[in-house]
């Protein structure tokens, strides 16, 4: 026994931790947590042994790359500051335009969707968090954050980019969490292509590209579209971006199922910060709220810079030169009186004789209608102010409208018979008195 | 590839390591291989602790401590993963013991064994890992041949260079 030993020690002894390794796998397996991703104590243990060996250094790496980085970045290369700044501000203007103008839109949209009983998820609260390492092999796309369990992170949580969604929170250790990516081979994400409206589930290949599986083929799939997230798993809100469809392809393994390849909107491959959904709620969060609020009146000031007819209400002064007091805002207000026209015709109020002063076959005054012959261009007159009760976000609304104008009938105030007849849009306000009134 | 017979089998060279660097070099390489990919996406086509492994098994030529070696690297490497404890272990600890046991008939000192070798064992890599995932634990990978073949390219090129700085650190006996 002795001599099958000494030389059979070699295999012996490796074919001892193999089987050890294997009923460890299988004991792994076997627990009803594997199912859910979770890991058992003892092998968390491990885990978080060898996280705690390795992410100090990887946190000593990155705190040295950042701060080589960030005194080249914020001291060094300072070209083109100015000009991006002003470019960002230009943007900022034109989003928050666009944002007002969407505003009433989703109010509208989570109105009707309250009326159905549907519970939308907003994202309330989020953590920031560096990503400070990897998994280190093709088969097992996770990171690993500088953000554990004392930072509020627990299991399931969804991550994010501004750009789109990155994975979902598994293992969480104290100051360090474990992120399994969404081209990742086991992850699962449901998700829906934004036109057709297909329904689907989300996985990484093994090359790491995320792919839509067991959808079948449909004509209506066309690369570039959309890909968001279709809430259904629990786990990411609805509506997300995933990324867009690159192309579609028949899966070898499940016949005659296609597989749709999609490229990922989050740069999985470069991610340097993310943001982890630490709290979602089912109503819009109140800070979301003030930045409409916010965008609606800073939409308002914008328009009024940009339209040239604009320009702020002097007060009425009385006669002896002060300011008239503001009317009573119980009052009803007066009633509004259109301004006198530059140019009056026949259908000027007030230039028609009354109809007892008329003699049936007579004509009318030449002075008062010249241009009887040759048709002139019909002049809209100015909106009446609006009141003082409008909604802010009324201002928006007409931002087509003033678009739509030429630049020189928006400033003149007259309108081409062609393109805009009173008789269309009789009642119709324009946005230019809105800006004027003062804002509650 | 040079065979060597029984006589000069036991004129070998045993390579011996301080226990510093014993201990070092592969926690370095299993941190590379975690942090670098941050840095250099394609970096994770490399498998810098498989390297570490074949290398160490060859140069000390003793089963054992390969399998041993090997072991712990896998189970180490796997802890960073999300995937259960046990199947980098299997798999290096098989790829110690094999490099090993190679290291004792064949002259692995020469560039070329070296390249195969590497070659060679990465794609055992890999179909033991499909293997391990696929029939031990019953999920779904798919698999490239392309891909594999590059991978093991890569780090036969990679290991050479990585095997001549790794030199420098050995003790003769």
């Known amino acids: 026994m002795e001599s099958f030993y000494s030389r059979y020690r070699n295999v012996l002894i490796l074919v001892v931790i193999l089987l050890a390794q294997v009923i460890g ?43 080589i980085r960030g005194a080249w970045n914020g001291y060094i290369d300072l070209r083109h500051v100015r000009q991006n700044n002003k470019d960002l501000q230009a943007e900022v203007d034109r989003l928050r335009l666009e944002q007002s103008s969407l505003a009433e839109d989703a109010l509208q949209g989570q109105r009707l969707q309250k009326l159905l009983g549907f519970k939308q998820q907003y994202i309330y609260q989020t953590v920031a968090a560096q990503v400070i390492g990897t998994g280190g092999t093709d088969q097992s796309r996770v990171l690993y954050i500088d953000k554990g369990s004392s930072d509020g992170i627990h299991a399931d949580m969804p991550v994010v980019t501004p750009d789109g969604v990155v994975g979902k929170i598994r293992d969480v250790f104290p100051h360090t969490a474990q992120i399994v990516e969404i081209n990742d081979q086991t992850s699962g994400l449901g998700v829906i292509l934004q036109k057709t409206r297909l329904r689907g589930i ?65 740069r999985l491959a470069r991610l340097e910060e993310v943001l982890v959904i630490t709290r979602i709620g089912s109503t819009l969060p109140s800070s979301e709220e003030t930045d409409i609020i916010t965008s609606e009146q800073k939409a308002a000031d914008i328009l009024a810079e940009r339209l040239p007819g604009v320009a702020p209400t002097e007060p009425k002064l009385g006669p002896d030169g002060k300011p008239l007091p503001a009317a009573n805002p119980n009052l009803p207000p007066p009633p509004v009186q259109p301004p006198l026209p530059l140019h009056p015709d026949r259908f000027t109020p007030g230039a028609t004789p009354p109809a007892t002063d008329l003699t049936p076959g007579a004509s009318y005054p030449t002075q008062i209608f010249p241009a009887q012959t040759a048709p002139q261009p019909t002049t809209k007159p100015i909106a009446p102010a609006a009141t003082a009760g409008q909604d802010a976000s009324h201002v928006a609304a007409p931002v087509h409208h003033a678009k739509t104008l030429s630049p020189a009938a928006s400033s003149a105030g ?26 509650p | 590839m040079a065979l060597l017979s029984n006589n000069s089998r036991e004129e ?20 590379a291989q975690a942090y670098l990919p941050l840095r250099f996406p394609r970096f994770a086509v490399l498998d810098l602790p498989l390297i570490v492994t074949v290398y160490f098994a060859v140069a000390r030529r003793n089963p054992i401590s390969g399998t041993l070696l090997g072991t712990a690297i896998g189970l180490t490497q796997d802890a960073l993963t999300h995937l259960p404890l046990g199947i980098n272990g299997i798999i290096k600890a098989v790829v110690g013991y094999l490099s090993a046991s190679i290291g004792m008939r064949i002259d692995v000192d020469n560039p ?41 390219v890569v780090n036969a090129l990679v290991g050479i260079i990585l095997f001549t700085l790794l030199d420098r650190l050995r003790q003769r006996e």
């Open chain 2, 12 to 31: 070998l060279d045993k390579h011996r390591f301080p226990l510093l660097v014993m201990f070092l070099v592969p926690l370095l390489a299993i941190f």
């Open chain 1, 25 to 67: 796998l299988a004991v792994q397996v076997r627990r009803p947590a594997a199912i859910t991703g979770s890991d058992g104590r003892q092998v968390r243990l491990i885990r978080y042994w060898v996280v705690s060996l390795i992410s100090p250094f990887e946190r000593a790496f990155l705190f040295t790359g950042h701060g």
């Open chain 2, 112 to 152: 070329g064994t070296r390249l195969i070798m590497l070659f060679v064992f990465t794609l055992l890599d890999s179909i033991l890992h499909l293997f391990i995932v696929r029939r031990l634990l019953g999920l779904q990978q798919d698999w490239y041949w392309l891909h594999e073949l590059i991978r093991a």
């Open chain 1, 202 to 266: 989300l996985r990484g290949n093994a090359t790491g590209q995320p792919e839509i599986v067991n959808i079948l083929p449909d004509e209506r799939i066309q690369p570039g579209e959309p890909v968001i997230t279709s809430g259904g798993d629990q786990v990411y809100p609805r509506g997300l971006p995933v990324g867009i469809v690159e192309r579609v392809i028949s899966d070898p393994d499940r016949p005659p199922y296609m597989a749709i390849l999609v490229h990922p909107a989050a």
């Open chain 1, 414 to 439: 007259t309108i081409p018979p062609a393109t805009k007849s009173p008789a269309k849009q009789p009642a119709k306000p324009t946005a230019q008195p809105t800006t004027q009134e003062p804002q």
